[in-house]
């Protein structure tokens, strides 16, 4: 699924200059390519709490200020029903759930970010456990 999802950011932006796709292991550090204006992500989530912490820390260091970072994140439910409740909304089962989530609740990682230095942090979208997580760079 991820080279699937890696051809796609390719193709999508292969004619345009402006836009280089990079493939990384986020269990390791980010590697040394610039400052950034932007950042976003859609894969968090399969890392372990210590290791999501320190790539928002490693985030902050390579935005340019005033940039933008922007998570869409799958989240932890309060409960194991909500967490059901959200499997099935998706057409999935309990024993369809993929094991390499490392889910965390909205609010320690909101937490995380404004301690970090993030401004303007917020959660600006969230439906059940899918969760827009938004955090700007002060100039």
């Given at each position: 699924m991820l080279e699937k999802r890696r051809c796609v950011i390719k193709r999508t932006f292969a004619n345009d200059a402006t836009v280089k796709a990079i493939a990384h292991n986020l269990?390791?550090?980010?590697?040394?390519?610039?400052?950034?204006?932007?950042?976003?992500?859609?894969?968090?989530h399969h890392l372990t709490g210590d290791r999501k912490h320190s790539l928002y820390t490693e985030i902050f260091q390579i935005l340019e200020p005033g940039g933008i970072f922007c998570n869409l994140e799958h989240v932890s439910s309060s409960?194991?029903?909500?967490?059901?409740?959200?499997?099935?909304?998706?057409?999935?089962?309990?024993?369809?759930?993929?094991?390499?989530?490392?889910?965390?609740?909205?609010?320690?990682?909101?937490?995380?970010?404004?301690?970090?230095?993030?401004?303007?942090?917020?959660?600006?979208?969230?439906?059940?456990?899918l969760a827009l997580i938004i955090g700007l760079k002060p100039n």
């Open positions: 269990n390791q550090p980010l590697p040394d390519n610039g400052k950034f204006d932007a950042v976003v992500s859609s894969a968090i409960t194991p029903a909500l967490h059901e409740y959200f499997l099935k909304a998706i057409g999935r089962t309990l024993e369809q759930d993929d094991p390499s989530n490392k889910l965390l609740d909205v609010e320690t990682q909101l937490h995380w970010l404004r301690e970090i230095g993030f401004t303007d942090v917020d959660c600006y979208w969230k439906w059940l456990e």
